[in-house]
């Protein structure tokens, strides 16, 4: 058996529903499968004293899966008065708006197609929602319109599939843009350095007790993967199926379309920056 705190990010262990801070509830969707890991988090955020909650990512068009999370909500004394959406991918935002008629509560995204009242989501934005501060990170490389969610008083960063609880994420070319994600992940390293984020709290898979660990370890993922990459490349491998046959072969096969995608957004950083 692997020690935990032994693996990247050091995953806490247990069951995934249920509280993983003072501030943070997780609802599991049923939805695992092998891109979505153990399911969706859903994740009900609210200040311990308040009566309102934040919902991020009410995950996908599953009936029981979303009065599940507003039973949740209500068992702990809350009223759903929000939902935040970190992306817009199925798996976190296609049960957007039948919860938003459940709990008669807007929908806010970074996409205006995905927002079900008049307020969108930006960099710099601050939700305040019964007292709480949670603080809009924007993320994008996942996908164009990626973003986290800093919860300071819980020292915890909602990452969507920016980071998971476990293994890496894909950059969904063309949408996702390995640039982009670069930068995304060296902005949470730095809420990692400067402003004591230690959890976090991911769209898939175990709450991660090393923030800053996770970080280092996804960047330097991306290095050696983007070498890789290149290398396989300089011997031949061109084509973007060529190269993810090359490169991992060692995967499960079933995850290959996914790796194609960010091998794909891997080619075009190393053309736009002369490397291939």
């Given at each position: 058996m692997t020690d935990a705190a032994a693996l990247p990010g050091q995953p806490r262990g247990g069951v995934l529903s249920g509280p993983a801070s003072a501030r943070a509830v997780n609802v599991l969707a049923p939805n695992a499968s092998a891109m979505t890991l153990d399911g969706?988090?859903?994740?009900?955020?609210?200040?311990p004293d308040s009566d309102l909650a934040v919902v991020v990512d009410p995950g996908p068009l599953d009936d029981v899966h979303l009065r599940a999370v507003l039973?949740?909500?209500?068992?702990?004394?809350?009223?759903?008065?929000?939902?935040?959406?970190?992306?817009?991918?199925?798996?976190?935002?296609?049960?957007?708006?039948?919860?938003?008629?459940?709990?008669?509560?807007?929908?806010?995204?970074?996409?205006?197609?995905?927002?079900l009242g008049d307020e969108g989501l930006g960099?710099?934005?601050?939700?305040?929602?019964?007292?709480?501060?949670?603080?809009v990170v924007p993320a994008?490389?996942?996908?164009?319109?990626?973003?986290?969610?800093?919860?300071?008083?819980?020292?915890a960063v909602l990452t969507g599939d920016t980071i998971l609880g476990r293994g890496t994420?894909?950059?969904?070319?063309?949408?996702?843009?390995?640039?982009?994600?670069?930068?995304?992940?060296?902005?949470?390293?730095?809420?990692?350095?400067?402003?004591?984020?230690?959890?976090?709290?991911?769209?898939?898979?175990?709450?991660?007790?090393d923030a800053q660990g996770a970080v280092e370890f996804y960047l330097a993922h991306r290095a050696n993967r983007l070498a890789q990459v290149e290398t396989a490349v300089e011997n031949g491998h061109v084509s973007a199926s060529e190269v993810v046959a090359h490169v991992y072969r060692d995967v499960d096969r079933s995850?290959?379309?996914?790796?194609?995608?960010?091998?794909?957004?891997?080619l075009e950083y190393l053309r736009e920056h002369g490397l291939i």
């Open positions: 969706t988090n859903t994740w009900i955020v609210s200040e039973a949740t909500a209500e068992k702990g004394g809350k009223r759903v008065a929000l939902t935040l959406l970190t992306h817009g991918h199925p798996d976190h935002a296609e049960g957007a708006a039948r919860f938003a008629e459940l709990t008669r509560s807007p929908v806010r995204a970074l996409d205006p197609a995905l927002r960099a710099g934005d601050v939700i305040t929602t019964g007292g709480l501060e949670m603080r994008p490389g996942h996908t164009a319109d990626s973003l986290c969610f800093h919860l300071p008083a819980d020292q994420t894909v950059v969904a070319h063309p949408d996702g843009r390995l640039g982009d994600y670069l930068d995304s992940l060296r902005r949470l390293r730095s809420l990692t350095v400067d402003d004591g984020v230690r959890l976090v709290l991911p769209g898939h898979g175990p709450v991660l007790e995850l290959w379309p996914a790796a194609e995608l960010s091998v794909r957004a891997q």
